[in-house]
Nanobody
Framework: EVQLAESGGGLVQPGGSLRLSCAAS????????MSWVRQAPGKGLDWIST????????YYADSVQGRFTISRDNAQNTLYLQLNSLKSEDTAMYYC?????????????????????WGQGTQVTVSS
């Protein structure tokens, strides 16, 4: 069974940092690009970052470019997202997801319906 499990969220003050993790199982993690997506309260899902299978290519939404860093450890089947210089508008539920063929990595466009595997999410709250 394909599973993704996010962790590392929490309450942080503006300007603070967090590191999110996504533990993957049930598929050949090292063969797939992976993405992070978030959903702010009352809003839809927003793509924020993608990394290719080998980890050598990364892509970011303008809203997080320069503040967030995506990475992966294929030996540990784990995806990461380092969040720095956090702002109140970064408050959201953060999800990792697997790029299967119709997603951002392949099309350059984000359509949540093209993703088949989601974790339970991890909540990030930025507040003083």
């Amino acid at each position: 069974e394909v599973q993704l499990a996010e962790s590392g969220g929490g309450l942080v003050q503006p300007g603070g940092s967090l590191r999110l993790s996504c533990a993957a199982s049930g598929f050949m993690f090292s063969s797939y690009a992976m993405s992070w997506v978030r959903q702010a309260p009352g809003k839809g899902l927003d793509w924020i970052s993608t990394i290719n299978a080998g980890g050598g290519s990364t892509y970011y939404a303008d809203s997080v470019q320069g503040r967030f860093t995506i990475s992966r450890d294929n030996a540990q089947n784990t995806l990461y997202l380092q969040l720095n210089s956090l702002k109140s508008e970064d408050t959201a539920m953060y999800y990792c997801t697997k790029e299967d063929g119709g997603g951002y990595y392949y099309t350059g466009r984000f359509d949540p319906q093209t993703y088949n595997v989601w974790g339970q999410g991890t909540q990030v709250t930025v507040s003083s």
